[in-house]
């Protein structure tokens, strides 16, 4: 049976696969979880769910993790799923949740400042500046910390297995 929706909640959960279009192609069929976890490439990334999407440019590469310069002092490590090489601009795909405040080890580690804080009911969003891109985490109120308030500098990381990175078409 196949249902068409728009509804990308009603779509994952009611669904065992699920097609992504983009101008009539299929960009990915897989089931709900393969979609969100692993995307296919940045526009399913970006259309599933909420997603953070920086640009940089390839400034390192071993085997499939390559290092991602997003302005001249950071650079970020991510898996590559796309073949990358040094030089080639790629965009990287990080989910919200997958960012930890406050994190005990992270691969990719940063002091940023507060640029804002949203409460959502179910969730806290706060939103970071990384190298002049916007970087959103998203986590539950009660382990987002009392004292965080704008402006105030807070260690922020993940793991590079949760960075995607894919070839900037």
């Known amino acids: 049976m196949v249902y068409v929706t728009h509804d990308q909640e009603e779509a994952l959960t009611m669904s065992d696969r699920i097609a992504v279009f983009d101008q009539g192609r299929i960009q990915q069929l897989a089931p709900p979880e393969e979609l969100y976890e692993s995307s296919a490439n940045a526009f399913v990334a970006g259309f599933i769910g909420e997603n953070n999407t920086l640009e940089g440019e390839i400034v390192g590469s071993a085997q499939r993790i390559v290092t991602v310069r997003l302005a001249p002092d950071v ?31 992270a691969d990719n580690a940063f002091t940023l400042k ?12 706060v939103v970071f500046s990384l190298g002049g891109q916007e970087l959103i985490a998203k986590g539950d109120p009660m382990k987002v910390p009392v004292s965080l308030a704008r402006d105030a500098l807070v260690q922020v990381g993940w793991r590079t297995a949760d960075c995607r990175a894919f070839r900037r078409e």
């Open 75 to 105: 650079l970020v490590t991510a898996t590559a799923i796309d073949p990358l090489a040094v030089g080639d601009r790629a965009v990287l795909c990080l989910r919200p949740e997958r960012i930890s405040l406050a994190p005990e080890a």
């Open 114 to 125: 507060v640029e804002r804080l949203v409460y959502l009911g179910e969730a806290t969003r």
